[in-house]
């Protein structure tokens, strides 16, 4: 299982949304980060054939797969960043309806099959209406799964949802790792740091990284100190005079993530750099 993309690019007008993109996706989780405009959901659009690129060509096991047409799509599933919903569908009907949109033989089974995954077999006939966030996405992803894709493309999953929304939804992406082509955009670097094997940096439409998780962070030459901070003025004057990542308030003091490469206070200890601040290091 193979996608690649070769010297894609796309533009609005004069405006380049991705420009010269070269990848290659197999199976596993690729977290693609990027600020907001880095070219995210140009990219998932493109994977999924909604958009086109203007130019450059799109591969799956090396077939074009706009030639590939109706037999790509029913390899990928799709999590749309704003999933439309029927309020007044149950979460049963709803995948009964899209069941029927997908060709799906056997619905019965695997709706049951994709509502187990997703844990909302319990709740299959309550209308959507009434579903929080995290179950509202959690359906969204049961719909991507209903005919056993290949590849599996999230924009912004873990948006909107509450940390343990987050976290049960994070687990679910985990558990389909090894056996598909996991995609997900996001600008939250902490999801890409539990789930993501391998992290994407977008930034202004083209790639600045493409490497395992642990090996960025791992070969990162940044150095990252924490420092105790007494007070909020001593928090403002670090944060004026350096980059900083995490502030942590507690017992009335602060501990304070530093990215420098000279030592930035008294009392401040040198410690192993996480994602968060490489990704500073490459965006800003
Ligand atoms: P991200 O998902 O990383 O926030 P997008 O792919 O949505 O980024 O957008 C990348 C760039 O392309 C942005 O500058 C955005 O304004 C522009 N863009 C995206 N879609 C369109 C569109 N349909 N028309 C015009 N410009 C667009």
Not at 54 to 60: A, Q, V
């Amino acid at each position: 299982m193979e996608l690649e993309l070769n010297n894609v690019v796309k533009s609005y007008g004069k405006k380049f949304a991705v420009n010269g993109l070269n990848i290659v996706f197999k199976p596993g989780v690729y977290g693609i980060l990027g600020p907001n405009g880095a070219g995210k959901s140009t990219t998932m659009r493109m994977v999924c054939t909604i958009e086109k690129p203007g130019k450059g060509i799109i591969t799956y096991n090396g077939s074009d797969i706009y030639t590939m047409g109706g037999e790509y799509r029913s390899k990928i599933g799709y999590v749309p960043q704003k999933a439309g919903y029927y309020p007044d569908y149950t979460a049963g009907m709803f995948l009964k309806y899209i069941a029927g949109l997908k060709g799906i033989k056997n619905e019965e089974k695997v709706i049951k099959e994709c509502l187990g995954i997703v844990n909302l077999w319990d709740v299959r006939d309550k209308k959507l209406r009434e579903f929080s966030g995290g179950m509202k996405q959690r359906i969204s992803i049961a719909q991507s799964l209903l005919n056993n894709p290949e590849i599996l493309i999230l924009d912004e999953p873990t948006a909107g949802l509450d940390p343990d929304e987050r976290m049960n939804l994070k687990n679910l992406i985990s558990s389909f790792s090894d056996e598909k082509i996991i995609i997900f955009a996001t600008h939250i670097v902490s999801d890409v740091e539990d789930i993501a094997g391998r992290v994407v940096i977008l930034d202004k439409g083209i790639i600045k990284i493409n490497e395992e998780t642990g090996t960025l962070i791992n070969n990162t030459k940044i150095k990252v100190w924490q420092c105790n901070l007494k007070d909020a003025k001593e928090v403002n004057s670090i944060k004026n005079n350096y980059k900083t990542s995490k502030v942590q308030y507690h017992n009335g003091t602060a501990d304070v993530r530093v990215i420098s490469s000279v030592k930035p206070y008294e009392n401040a200890v040198l410690v192993q750099a996480g994602l968060e601040e490489v990704y500073k290091e490459f965006i800003n």
